[in-house]
C-alpha cells in the first residue's frame, strides 16, 4: 500500500473556487462536479507512484520534495513527505507564484 494523499486546507478552498467558477461559467452542477472529481481522482497515482511528476519548478529551494503536474489546464503542486500533501491548485493562465 502507499502513502495517503491528503489535500491542504488551502488546496480544497481553492478546488471549491473553482467548482463555483465552472458552475458560474457552465450554469451546470453536472459539469463543475466532474471537473472536480476528476482532478480529485487524478492525484491517487502519487499514492504508489509520488515521484511520476516533475520537481516543481516554481518552489524556490525545493530539496526535491515538491512536485508539480497540470490536469484540465489546472497545476496542482505537492510536497512528498510521511503521506503526499496536495498544497495549491492554479489555473495556467494565471501568473506563476515563486513560493
Not at 486546507?9 to 450554469?27: F, G, P
Not at 499514492?47 to 511520476?52: C, G, K, M, Q, Y
Not at 516543481?56 to 508539480?68: F, H, P, V
Request: hydrophobic share 35%; charged share 25%; glycine share 2%.
Amino acid at each position: 500500500m502507499g502513502k495517503k494523499v491528503v489535500w491542504t486546507r488551502v488546496a480544497i478552498e481553492q478546488l471549491s473556487e473553482v467548482h463555483e467558477y465552472i458552475y458560474n461559467t457552465t450554469k451546470s452542477f453536472r459539469i463543475a462536479d466532474n471537473v472536480i472529481l476528476q482532478i480529485q481522482n487524478s492525484s491517487e497515482i502519487l499514492s504508489n507512484n509520488p515521484e511520476i511528476y516533475p520537481l516543481d519548478i516554481y518552489k524556490l529551494r525545493n530539496t526535491g520534495s515538491y512536485r508539480a503536474y497540470e490536469i484540465f489546464h489546472y497545476r496542482i503542486s505537492y510536497r512528498i513527505e510521511d503521506q503526499i500533501y496536495i498544497t495549491s491548485l492554479r489555473h495556467t493562465s494565471r501568473i506563476p507564484k515563486l513560493y
